[in-house]
DNA sequence: CGTTCGGGCGAACGTGCGTTCTAAATCCTA
DNA sequence: TAGGATTTAGAACGCACGTTCGCCCGAACG
């Protein structure tokens, strides 16, 4: 709302550009001197009006205090970073997690937002939906799976299954009765599967499903 | 890879605390208080073995200008806010996006990962989805989509339309043919509709969808 | 036993850096 | 064009804060 000087300005935009290589703010002086200031005082003079304007905050006799808070708007958020191992499709194995993916930093990855990341995001992989085998899951074609890597599911998880037999994957719930295993469709419409429990591998609970559709 | 002592795992701990409320470094002397350290000398000591280590980076003889680089695990990512506007169900209308719900910080909102991110961020809401009605485009109950506010709508594409003799709102793929509308769905196992073309009220098209897996 | 070494103390030193005061230059508005 | 408000200058002042140096203590080691 307040009318930006062009000092303030230019004052604000080293502010940001300081900000991005090093991580912490400049000195009064380095900013007297990047911007062609002859004093420190219109320095302080100019950072009190852009504290006034709610720009910035300051914490008094602290060095290099200086807070954008304008600088929210490009909104910034704390994501988990996933790693994307592969595909999944109904005739092909599900790609094995290996530790050597998570510290990977050069493959593909998806950054995971706020509202769709668990408590604990350790652990975590995604995967591509080739496809359109996952339906009963509400899952098709393009769609991404994010998945926490455990062998072993509590009843009522769902779960991505390798069925060696059928040399299916699926998504499903998973229930152990005993010595078979019940998996669940999410779709009420459809039909269970009923399997022996050593006709079933679990790779990972499911924790998100991402789609884009086409514009 | 290095070993991580108490102390130096308490000081990182603290660094990461303190940057969170305050966007600046703490000086040595206040990690010596909250760190119950009895001198400055211990504290730099241990600083100078973190960055040693790989954990921080500092720049000598400048206040406060220490650097968490392990940090950068917490990927931050810009990201598109969204509004959440509302719950879209078969029997209630659409929620109808106001100009002002834009601006309106204070409401949910939804930090949409770039993955999801059309070209142009503008003009997007999200809805949360209630009931089992959208299953034939993959989209169950506790689902939010995320549409763009247009009115009119272009062929193949998925649109969020309301039937006002039928008081149904659904997401279809959309096809205007002469002047009756074909809407499909995104399940080739199901049936498309067919009405008049004044029989639809296009709100919006989907340009993702997104879904929490309960744990 | 003396030596080395990781770790902790405490104090002093010197400079980085925010602050403040006076005065001048510039810009408005009447 | 006078005179107030805004912006700029320059220079001290003084605390904040990083750095350094000598010393101590217990464990490991020969």
Same mark, same amino acid.
């Given at each position: 709302?307040?009318?930006?000087?062009?000092?303030?300005?230019?004052?604000?935009?080293?502010?940001?550009?300081?900000?991005?290589?090093?991580?912490?703010?400049?000195?009064? %002086?380095?900013?007297?001197?990047?911007?062609?200031?002859?004093?420190?005082?219109?320095?302080?003079?100019?950072?009190?009006?852009?504290?006034?304007?709610?720009?910035?905050?300051?914490?008094?006799?602290?060095?290099?205090?200086?807070?954008? =808070?304008?600088?929210?708007?490009?909104?910034?958020?704390?994501?988990? %970073?996933?790693?994307?191992?592969?595909?999944?499709?109904?005739?092909?194995?599900?790609? =094995?997690?290996?530790?050597?993916?998570?510290?990977?930093?050069?493959?593909?990855?998806?950054?995971?937002?706020?509202?769709?990341?668990?408590?604990?995001?350790?652990?975590?992989?995604?995967?591509?939906?080739?496809?359109?085998?996952?339906?009963?899951?509400?899952?098709?074609?393009?769609?991404?799976?994010?998945?926490?890597?455990?062998?072993?599911?509590?009843?009522?998880?769902?779960?991505?299954?390798?069925?060696?037999?059928?040399?299916?994957?699926?998504?499903?719930?998973?229930?152990?009765?005993?010595?078979? =295993?019940?998996?669940?469709?999410?779709?009420?419409?459809?039909?269970?599967?009923?399997?022996?429990?050593?006709?079933?591998?679990?790779?990972?609970?499911?924790?998100?499903?991402?789609?884009?559709?086409?514009?």
């Amino acid at each position: 709302m307040p009318a930006i000087s062009t000092r303030q300005q230019q004052i604000l935009d080293f502010l940001h550009d300081y900000h991005t290589d090093r991580s912490y703010m400049p000195s009064i %002086r380095e900013i007297q001197l990047a911007c062609s200031i002859s004093s420190t005082s219109v320095v302080d003079y100019n950072l009190r009006l852009l504290e006034r304007d709610g720009f910035i905050r300051r914490s008094p006799d602290i060095s290099r205090a200086i807070e954008l =808070v304008c600088e929210s708007e490009p909104d910034l958020v704390e994501v988990a %970073r996933v790693p994307i191992l592969g595909a999944i499709a109904a005739g092909e194995p599900i790609p =094995v997690p290996e530790a050597s993916a998570y510290a990977d930093e050069d493959r593909d990855s998806l950054a995971l937002p706020p509202e769709l990341t668990p408590r604990d995001p350790n652990n975590l992989y995604a995967l591509r939906v080739k496809g359109y085998s996952m339906i009963d899951a509400f899952v098709t074609d393009g769609d991404i799976v994010v998945l926490r890597h455990t062998r072993d599911a509590r009843n009522g998880d769902m779960v991505a299954a390798w069925l060696p037999m059928q040399e299916e994957a699926t998504l499903k719930h998973f229930y152990l009765e005993g010595d078979h =295993v019940r998996l669940m469709p999410a779709n009420p419409d459809m039909e269970p599967i009923i399997v022996p429990a050593d006709n079933v591998q679990v790779h990972g609970k499911v924790v998100a499903v991402m789609r884009r559709v086409a514009a």
